[in-house]
């Protein structure tokens, strides 16, 4: 049965193109009026083949968490019919996987505002099939966002039906103008927010997510936080401060990182400002961790790792580093430490995960959770240990 789904949705992907199928008009005159929308847009998700896997941790991150859209659903043909929460975190969210762009169009009363593509391939361009789905979507009236390194927007095909069909293309990834962008002068360092990183051992390994849900629970504890965006699903998901940091020439990174925390602290006065991580600084793939530590200047570094990950996302020829050395790394590396340690637990059982937090806080001599499994005020209780002086002042009764 599997087989026969994979090959129905490849022979299906691949007859979709410019000219709509047959079978896209008819549903075209049926839903042919788009709701008017106050507030937040709809969004459908595409994810064909990799919901729930490495390569699609943006649709992974948008089910999860998302304030810029409301996600009604995910298309990935392979799991067809399963509520993505389940997937992701067996936990059921309503949000449904659906076959194609079809179904996720002709369940709705309207046509969703959005087609949103949630993939993060290694190669930062999409398929010719996926073309296909983005030039339908935009047949059918749908805005198109994409974290892609080829922007859209700057295809003439697609831009062209764009045009046609008087949508938008968001273009995550694309950077301000070189003659707009800054170098870092130092500003940073007049920030009294106290700043976090939250950095990891590799990539795709839930550095984004930690940080929102930690974001969540000092906001909840009455600490006011901000969290700045640094890749295109922070963004995405509605980061009121961020930048692709991938997508910036390296001259300008560390100087377009200090300005959006400079502008958070301005604009927010938050108590602490959390910096989503990207990449790992030991992996030789990457630099964004290092403009990360250089241009945000932390006080304090979360360390998000996977105990049983073998080897690097896309390179099974380098084997994950332990935590110890990626610590010892980051400290010589800046001026700031390792307050904790937290799990992705892929690959884990809740008894394996018991046994890390157990022999790694034991082992590094720093709080050690869960984001996803334990209670989040393990997270909160992390930097409250590092930086008490963020405890709220319990008010006292006027006697």
């Not at 129905?8 to 549903?27: C, E, I, W």
């Not at 003439?156 to 962008?181: C, L, Q």
């Not at 795709?204 to 600490?223: F, P, Q, S």
């Amino acid at each position: 049965m599997e087989s026969d789904n994979v090959e129905n949705s490849m022979t299906r992907l691949t007859t979709m193109g410019p000219q709509a199928p047959p079978d896209v008009s008819a549903y075209r005159q049926s839903y042919g009026k788009k709701a008017i929308t106050n507030g937040v847009p709809t969004a459908v998700v595409y994810c064909e083949g990799n919901f729930g896997q490495v390569d699609g941790k943006t649709a992974n991150g948008l089910v999860r968490h998302s304030q810029a859209y409301r996600i009604l659903a995910v298309i990935d043909g392979l799991l067809e019919g399963r509520d993505s929460g389940q997937v992701l975190d067996k936990v059921s969210n309503g949000i449904p996987i659906l076959e194609d762009l079809e179904a996720a169009v002709t369940r709705e009363a309207y046509i969703p505002d959005t087609l949103i593509y949630g993939m993060a391939p290694s190669t930062g361009k999409m398929s010719p099939a996926d073309r296909g789905v983005v030039l339908d979507a935009i047949a059918l009236g749908m805005n198109i966002v994409s974290g892609l390194h080829e922007f859209l927007g700057d295809d003439p095909e697609i831009s062209g039906a764009a045009n046609a069909s008087n949508v938008t293309i968001r273009d995550i990834r694309k950077p301000r103008p070189s003659k707009d962008m800054r170098l870092f002068d130092g500003s940073v360092s007049e920030v009294k927010a106290i700043r976090i990183a939250v950095l990891g051992t590799d990539c795709a390994i839930g550095k984004r997510t930690t940080a929102t849900i930690l974001a969540r629970e000092l906001n909840a504890r009455g600490i006011k936080t901000v969290l700045v965006g640094t890749g295109q699903t922070g963004l995405m998901q509605g980061a009121k401060y961020g930048i692709a940091m991938d997508a910036v020439p390296p001259q300008f990174c560390c100087g377009e990182l200090e300005r959006v925390i400079v502008a958070a602290s301005r604009g927010d006065e938050p108590d602490v400002i959390l910096i989503e991580g990207q990449g790992a600084l030991s992996h030789p793939a990457f630099c964004t961790s290092a403009f990360i530590l250089r241009g945000g200047q932390p006080h304090g570094v979360v360390l998000q790792h996977a105990p049983k990950r073998a080897h690097r996302c896309d390179f099974p020829g380098m084997p994950m580093p332990g935590p110890r050395s990626e610590i010892a790394l980051i400290e010589a590396f800046a001026d700031t430490r390792v307050i904790g340690i937290t799990l992705n637990h892929e690959a884990m059982t809740g008894t394996e995960v018991d046994r890390a937090i157990d022999s790694l806080s034991r082992d590094l001599g720093v709080p050690v959770t869960d984001a996803l499994t334990r209670p989040e005020v393990h997270l909160s209780d992390m930097v409250l240990a590092a930086f008490p002086q963020l405890r709220p002042v319990p008010l006292v009764a006027a006697e």
